[in-house]
């Protein structure tokens, strides 16, 4: 018995839409971007001008706002190495840029620009706070119990990490449920 080449329907793409193919996806990516860049750095402007004075409690003593200076990177680590994570961090960016521009999934566009977003925010910090020049401590200001303080660009940077593993497992579902068909349609033949 034959079956049917494809009993699936053709999906509209973005070639015929006349705008080129990652247009779409790379406005979506900036937009995240600059929007997650634009908050943080706003945010921290505002901690600067507000948190210097002590805490401000949010939910008693479990949440506040505080101001903090990270040289370091995650949980303060490196502290002695800022110019190299400064270094570091816009090599990530580069790479970032390069591979969102070329990826084709809209969630991984998503998961790069949230992960891209807090690294320029992070780096724009090391680049311009005091002591100088990829010498810059990182404004941190939420602080949440015993975890350490953090800002806009270090969530932006877990939620699109986040993403990436979401993404991962989804697509190793397809490739498993895609394998699988292909193992069925084999035996029928």
Avoid at 91 to 104: C, D, K, M, P, S
């Amino acid at each position: 018995m034959r079956r049917p080449a494809s009993t699936a329907r053709r999906v509209p793409n973005d070639a015929g839409s006349g705008a080129p193919p990652h247009e779409g996806r790379t406005r979506l990516a900036a937009g995240i971007v600059f929007t997650i860049v634009a908050l943080d750095l706003l945010t921290k402007v505002w901690a600067v001008r507000e948190l210097a004075d002590g805490p401000v409690p949010i939910i008693g003593d479990t949440v506040d706002f505080r101001l903090a200076r990270n040289t370091g990177g995650a949980f303060s680590v490196f502290q002695a190495f800022t110019p190299v994570l400064a270094i570091i961090a816009a090599v990530v960016a580069f790479f970032l840029i390069r591979t969102v521009r070329r990826t084709r999934d809209t969630l991984l566009v998503v998961a790069l620009s949230f992960v891209l977003a807090g690294a320029l925010g992070n780096l724009i910090d090391r680049i311009f706070r005091s002591p100088g020049f990829l010498r810059g401590a990182v404004v941190d200001f939420v602080h949440i119990g015993s975890w350490p303080t953090f800002n806009v660009a270090d969530s932006s940077i877990t939620i699109g990490a986040i993403l990436v593993v979401v993404w991962s497992l989804r697509a190793n579902a397809r490739e498993r449920e895609a394998g699988g068909s292909t193992a069925d349609e084999s035996m029928d033949g």
